[in-house]
């Protein structure tokens, strides 16, 4: 076979050699381009279920608001509502929490405490379908106030008593418009007595000798009355409104990933790197591998023309 012959062979060489160390590049970065769906924010549905197991009031809904409550709900039934796609592993909180208060609207709460609260976290299986005949739900209970409160019913696993540090958030406080809890699906107040106890009786005082009569004031003499001192009105209140409420609730957040241990570089990705965990070696090994194959070539080439 004749040198030129040789060429094309060479060529090829270089070139398949080339592909061999540029392909898996390519395909780590296509890999790291491919992300996972996130889960979204799902809609929740809600029914309040009596001491006997029957449905009180509306059966099944999204309503939001403020409501006045005619019978306690010391239960509630929660699920996901229809026709809803719901990824593997996502969960949403659901809490029901218990207050009592100052009076029996939003407007009239002032201080609130909580007393009681429950949380369940809805998942794929939750999601209401077509024929739910025998379709067990997840319920919230909660003690049932015996004087002015407030129930919540919200979107979240925090536990809003006023306390600190994780998983505690500020309590509702209508006076300064702190509109907790976050994630409000539904609310209900009510009651019809106070939560305090009455102040008790004061106790029967002991008599006392009476006191000399202190000298008579000399009385003012008429015309002589100062002028009664101006009061300054009272200030008009604050303009409050109920908290806003949405039965659209977020997932659970997921749990932060392990530190990442140190890496030489610092943790930055280096400038070669095309994708995650490129085979940076084995790009350098191929393209020595061409170039020294092109070194090939060039020799054989100019050896040719010498021989010609």
Known sequence: MSRSHHLPSLS????????????????AGAASATENDACQSATVQYRIVGADGNVVGADWTSQGGFHQWDTVPGTV???LAPGQSVGEGCKYPVSLAEYTAEGSTWYTSGHQT??????????????????????TWQKLNVKSPDCYGQIDLYGDDVTYDGGTGEGHGPLPYEPDNIM???????AWNGGDKECTPSTPDSPTPTPTQ?????????????????????????????PSTTPPTSAHVPPLKS???????????????????????????????????VIALGGGVVYAASRSRRSS
């Open 12 to 27: 090829a060489l270089a070139a398949t050699a080339f592909i061999a160390a540029a392909a898996p590049v390519l395909a």
């Open 77 to 79: 039934e929660v699920r």
């Open 114 to 135: 909580m007393l009681d609260k429950a949380t369940v976290y809805l998942t794929a299986k939750d999601v209401a379908g077509a024929d739910d005949s025998g379709q």
């Open 180 to 186: 907790t809890p976050y994630h409000l699906i539904a």
């Open 210 to 238: 009476p006191a000399s009569a202190p000298p008579a004031t000399p009385s003012t003499p008429a015309g002589s009355t100062p002028p009664a001192e101006e009061t300054t009105p009272p200030a008009s209140p604050k």
């Open 255 to 289: 749990t932060p990933s392990p530190t990442p241990k140190a890496t030489p570089n610092g943790g930055k990705q280096p400038l070669a790197e095309t994708g995650s965990n490129a085979p940076v070696g084995l790009l350098a090994g191929g393209a020595a591998l």
